[in-house]
Structure formats: C-alpha cells, structure tokens
C-alpha cells in the first residue's frame, strides 16, 4: 500500500520562504496525481495545489497562485511544493495527496481515491 511522508515544514518568518517533499514508499505513484491541501487551526481542510501524473499541468487555488509552485520527481517519487512570500495566514499544517483518478471541479482537479499523508506543520511568524 502507498505511504506518504511528508517533510520540510518548520517555522520561518513573515516573506521567507519553504519547500516542502512528499516521498511515497510501498508502491508507485507514477500514474497518481499529487497534491497538497492545508488546514489552519479551527479551519476546514482546504485545496492547495496539484499536479497531474505527467507533471505538465498543475492547479493552484487562488491563494497560492504566484506565490506557490509545484512540481513532482517521478524518479524518486516525490512532489515539492516551494512556497514563497510567505504570510501568518499561511501557517497551518500541510497535507500531501495522491491518487489514481482526479475530481475536477472549476478550474482545479484534485488527486481522488487515494492516499493521505500525516501532515507537515508551518507557522509563518508576523
């Protein structure tokens, strides 16, 4: 079964910058699409970006876009996500998906039918 670790959260200031990883393990994600979602302290769990299993598309939500890039290493299994400009409303803990269908919806599809992994923290200090 497909295990996703994340790393790479941590505390930075306010306009710093951090890059995320998600390595799966235990099976091949080469043909899932990834992702990451975040949830914020008393929030909901909400969209972040994505990209498709080719890497040439990605989605963002509005919030990240110019601010965020994905983009994934089949070869080792990863997906990364470089966040920049960072803001204390961006503190929350972050989520790496993966899966082998997607739920389109708007502008943006989604990793479906997947997996989750167990969340990286950010806090972005004002």
């Known amino acids: 079964q497909v295990h996703l670790e994340e790393s790479g959260g941590g505390l930075v200031q306010e306009g710093g910058s951090l890059r995320l990883s998600c390595t799966a393990s235990?099976?091949?994600?080469?043909?899932?699409?990834m992702g990451w979602f975040r949830q914020a302290p008393g929030k909901g769990r909400e969209f972040v970006a994505s990209?498709?299993?080719?890497?040439?598309?990605?989605y963002y939500e509005n919030f990240a876009k110019g601010r965020f890039t994905i983009s994934r290493d089949t070869a080792k299994h990863t997906a990364y996500l470089q966040m920049e400009s960072l803001k204390p409303e961006d503190t929350a803990t972050y989520f790496c998906?993966?899966?082998?269908?997607?739920?389109?919806?708007?502008?943006?599809?989604?990793?479906?039918?997947?997996?989750w992994g167990q969340g990286t923290q950010v806090t972005v200090s004002s």
């Open positions: 235990g099976g091949s994600v080469s043909l899932w699409a």
């Open positions: 990209v498709t299993y080719t890497g040439k598309m990605a």
């Open positions: 998906v993966a899966g082998p269908n997607e739920d389109c919806s708007g502008y943006t599809c989604r990793p479906a039918d997947g997996v």
